[in-house]
């Protein structure tokens, strides 16, 4: 009998390390499927006469640093932006570029500019962000009809002291230089880098083995000698693209089965698991399901509020146990050793410090407060009263690590650290000192870790940028 108490006992270590094993691997897969998928994507859209260089102006968040530059006004006019001059100098806007673009292979500029007639206009390229920029005056009817397009190997292009220069290969930097009179305005619709003719990359077999990090960094070797590659040398099963309609076919179910929960809760055992598994179920699906990229996917976004929601409502209709702020000195001191933890692992494998701006440290604290509210005292906290500690604590430290999917050295930090948190919090039920201990944890991460062996501190569809 003491040989299967001791058994019982080790096995959710056992469990543990299994899961620390595989959760690297597990980020692995999901960046292989999403870089087939990416190129997947990117061969539909060569094939529908667009590119991954296609861009739709609607708000400021659209255009590099949400501006213009040079003295102009951004204002959102009826599905695009208007571009006002506020002085007697050129306005720029800059295209977002998550990586350089072939112009030998996507020669052609499709601008969809409403501006005043004989506007002068320019764009300016950098081929790389350290070399300097060149420009060329687009031809004087660009504005005469809506799209306007132009090859941009025929355009007189010209360095800083205006000698002629070659036409550049490829564009770490992308413009459109606007001379505009003080209080004249542009609107802003659509523009996109096109090939002359169907694009056919050659297929790049992506390496069998290797991790989240080192599939990145290969993929960003590959886009460095041919921003065009198509990744994968098999497509995904012959699928098309996935589309918004599972999206919201999924956010339909979720949002119907939490007010089902709310209006009929389950009775007993199995309700409680449940509604601790609902709440954080829109969270994973908005991150795990890789929907979380510059901008939100709408349906999934609205999943994870929703899981936020139903876990408010189950705290406002007592369903939850309770939890405190602050409590004993030993509750305020454990979680905080994750701090010198941290600290050590900075010392050992970093690089210098390189500390965030106070604002992104303050969103680390209400990010981390978020966090562990959602995990410890609603998910955690109910399944403490079902099943025993030590499996509570391993199943919300899991899906604590699913939250940060596909960052695959940061899912296994915060597998460890939840390991401790958790038990912290069932046994002290303090939250306040395990939100401030992760994020000090993250901000002495992201000083000392991040761009290192420690690619970033970002998760979703986000890590792969």
Known sequence: MSVIRAGRALLPWIIAAAILWLLPLLAARVVSHELVAQSERETAAYDSDSSPWAWSFRRPEDLVASRAFGGGRLDRVHGSLKVTAVADTPVEVGFPMSRPADIVDL????????????????????????????????????????????????????????????SPKRAAMLRLVLNLPKGGSADLHAAALLPLSPLRATPVALPARGSAEALLQWRDLIWAGDPSARLGSMPL?????????????ILAIYASALVVLTLRPVRGRGGQIVEALAAVAGPLWLIAGMRLGPVAVLPAGICFLCGLGFGVGLAIRRRLPE???????????????AVPAATLVVAAFGHALAWPAPGRALLYVAWALLQQWLMLAVTAA?????????????????????????NGLLMQMCFVAELGWAWCFLRYRALGPIALAHAASAVLLQAGLAGGILRSLEVSARFLN
């Open 323 to 337: 939890w405190h702020w602050l409590g004993s000195a030993r509750a305020m001191a454990l979680p905080l050793l």
């Open 237 to 249: 099963h012959g699928r098309e693209p996935r589309g918004p309609v599972l999206d919201w076919l």
């Open 107 to 166: 020669s052609r500029l499709r601008l969809d500019v409403t501006a005043p007639p004989a506007t002068p206009m320019t764009l300016l390229v950098r081929e790389h962000l350290n070399t300097p920029a060149v420009t060329a005056t687009l031809p004087a009817n660009v504005t005469a009809q809506r799209p306007f397009e132009v090859s941009l190997g025929k355009l007189p292009w010209k360095d800083d002291a205006g000698h002629d220069v070659a």
């Open 382 to 406: 109910l399944l403490d009263r079902l099943v025993p500690r030590a499996w509570a604590v391993l199943a919300v430290a899991t899906l604590f690590a699913l939250l940060h999917t596909p």
